[in-house]
């Protein structure tokens, strides 16, 4: 009930084009689903969040699709370039809950 | 620049010592995280902290007890070290209740021989 499955474990993507993340949860009191991007030798920061109230959240290059009714969200990166190499999780919250749930992880490699 | 800040970037203990890892947040948040990553399952909670002295478990508490003495400072005690808890932990903190608010540090990468 409190997984949070993420898949690719890795991903490799040519300079430029679409990158694409899934996860799907089975809890439905989670109310907060945030992306994070680390990348080597550094700790993960936040990249973009959504909550189930909107089906899609956009900053940038970068897009949260949410499907409330499938229990999935994904993350997409257009125009995906190398300084986008890194790894990305994906994560959410209970409602009231003070911590977080985190997906395995995604290394992306995009080639230039 | 808010700074969560581990105090080693790498270590290398034996079996059976007592590890401590260290970490120092200048944000004046409430709430402070220990988490360990290791590949393929993703970040992992070990434990996490609300106010001083005020601790509980997470997902994977086993082998690890935590110290939270002053608000900024928040310890991770391995009480006696094991091979299968080399891995990469990472100390967060946040804020309040503010879901987004969370500042990792860079992590210490422990390795137990």
């Known amino acids: 009930q409190q997984q949070v499955k993420q898949s690719p474990q890795s991903l490799i993507v040519q300079k430029g084009g679409i990158s694409i993340i899934n996860c799907a949860y089975e809890n439905t009191a989670f109310d907060y689903f945030p992306w994070y991007q680390q990348f080597p030798g550094k700790g993960p920061a936040l990249l973009i969040a959504?909550?189930?109230?909107?089906s899609e959240k956009k900053e940038g290059r970068f897009t949260i699709s949410f499907n409330k009714s499938a229990k999935q969200f994904s993350l997409h990166i257009m125009d995906s370039q190398p300084g986008d190499s890194a790894t990305y999780f994906c994560?959410?919250?209970?409602?009231?809950?003070?911590?977080?749930?985190f997906g395995q992880g995604t290394r992306l490699t995009i080639n230039p | 620049d808010v700074k969560v800040t581990q105090s080693s970037r790498y270590l290398v203990k034996r079996t059976g010592e007592k590890v401590f890892l260290e970490c120092v947040q200048d944000m004046d948040h409430e709430n402070m995280f220990w988490y360990r990553q290791d590949p393929g399952l993703g970040l992992r909670l070990i434990y996490f902290s609300y106010d001083v002295k005020m601790k509980e478990k997470g997902d994977i508490p086993e082998g690890y007890s935590v110290s939270r003495e002053k608000k900024e400072r928040f310890s991770l005690i391995l009480e006696s070290a094991s091979t299968n808890q080399t891995s990469m932990y990472l100390c967060?903190?946040?804020?309040?209740?503010?879901?987004?608010?969370?500042?990792f540090g860079s992590g210490t990468r422990l390795t137990v021989v």
């Open positions: 994560a959410a919250r209970g409602q009231g809950a003070q911590k977080l749930v």
């Open positions: 959504i909550r189930p109230d909107v």
């Open positions: 967060a903190s946040r804020k309040g209740r503010i879901p987004y608010g969370y500042t």
